[in-house]
């Protein structure tokens, strides 16, 4: 009894041995070794993952480089706005300054038309003689007045021109972005 225990101990050995042995067989002779190539299905899975990739990387920068020209824009947009505001403030400016120098030279000619009236009594005469240097002073310090904001308002206006040129450039750098985004992320 003891011999055929042993026996039979000294079978199952031998069987568990063989078996591994073959499987290590089988094993070795499906995997593919260094020089050989992958299977033809894991190709086209492998050639995917690597395209998914390198347009994630490609759509991750655009992303970047379009959030900081977003965020110049919107700068640009409120400088263009303030510029916009200070030239139509000027232009209101003007136009005031203009309608008050219409008045004082209509007012300057009823004065010289009153003097030369041969009808005007001499008090009168000499009273808008008298006023007369003060509305030709008033009336050249707002002649003076009107071309600073005239000369002013080319300046705010060249201003608001390259500001403008400015936003332009940025819309034009997003449009070139958008271009360079995938098909499939639009």
């Known amino acids: 009894m003891r011999f055929s225990l042993w026996a039979a101990g ?23 070794t260094a020089a ?3 299977q033809p299905a894991v190709d086209p899975l492998l050639a995917e993952v690597r395209a998914l990739r390198a347009d994630f990387r490609q759509v991750s920068g655009i992303s970047v480089r379009t959030q900081l020209l977003i965020a110049r824009l919107q700068l640009q947009e409120q400088r263009l706005n303030s510029v916009a505001v200070q030239l139509n403030d ?5 136009e005031i300054k203009e309608g008050a120098e219409a008045l004082l030279t209509e007012k300057l000619k009823r004065f010289e038309e009153a003097m030369r009236n041969p009808t005007a009594s001499p008090e009168v005469a000499r009273d808008l003689e008298g006023q007369l240097p003060d509305v030709r002073a008033t009336l050249a310090q707002m002649k003076k007045e009107r071309v600073k904001l005239r ?3 080319g300046e705010i206006a060249n201003q608001l021109a390259t500001e403008e040129s400015r936003w332009l450039e940025f819309n034009s750098r997003l449009d070139d972005l958008e271009k360079l985004l995938p098909i499939n992320s639009r």
Request: net charge positive; hydrophobic share 50%; no cysteine.
């Open 10 to 32: 000294a079978l199952v050995a031998a069987l568990i041995v063989a078996a591994v042995s073959v499987r290590a067989a089988q094993s070795t002779s499906t995997q593919p």
């Open 36 to 38: 050989s190539t992958p």
């Open 90 to 94: 000027i232009r209101k400016q003007i």
């Open 151 to 153: 000369a002013h308002e």
